[in-house]
């Protein structure tokens, strides 16, 4: 089954940037959703969304819109998470996921969590004030 491995956290102060990248075990295609969620410290109600990629579609919460931007390589199996001006609010554990289901809607971007098939095992990303 396809395997996802996130890298790329750390501790980073207010302001700065990061990039998380997820290698998945097989080629990726662009028609599969590829998201990233994440979940705060503490915190046990569902994750926010941190980006997600379905072909030329992409969504944001609210929360991290203008400062986060998703991004895939295809050829490479990869998707990436570039994450400028980061707040403290930032501060979770990352999990890349993806969801092989072939939508009728090209234009479809699933947002939930049970829609996706395949979980990595989160990176976590501290941001210092």
């Known amino acids: 089954q396809v395997q996802l491995v996130e890298s790329g956290g750390g501790m980073v102060q207010a302001g700065g940037s990061l990039r998380l990248s997820c290698a998945a075990s097989e080629r990726t295609f662009s028609n599969y959703a590829m998201g990233w969620f994440r979940q705060a410290p503490g915190m046990t109600l569902g994750s926010v969304v941190a980006g997600i990629s379905r072909g030329s579609a992409t969504y944001y919460s609210d929360s991290v819109k203008g400062r986060f931007t998703i991004a895939r390589d295809n050829a490479k199996n990869t998707v990436y998470l570039q994450m400028n001006s980061l707040k403290p609010d930032d501060t979770a554990v990352y999990y890349c996921?993806?969801?092989?289901?072939?939508?009728?809607?090209?234009?479809?971007?699933?947002?939930?969590?049970?829609?996706?098939?395949?979980w990595g095992q989160g990176t976590q990303v501290t941001v210092s004030s």
């Open positions: 996921s993806a969801d092989t289901t072939q939508y009728p809607d090209a234009n479809y971007v699933p947002k939930i969590q049970r829609e996706y098939d395949y």
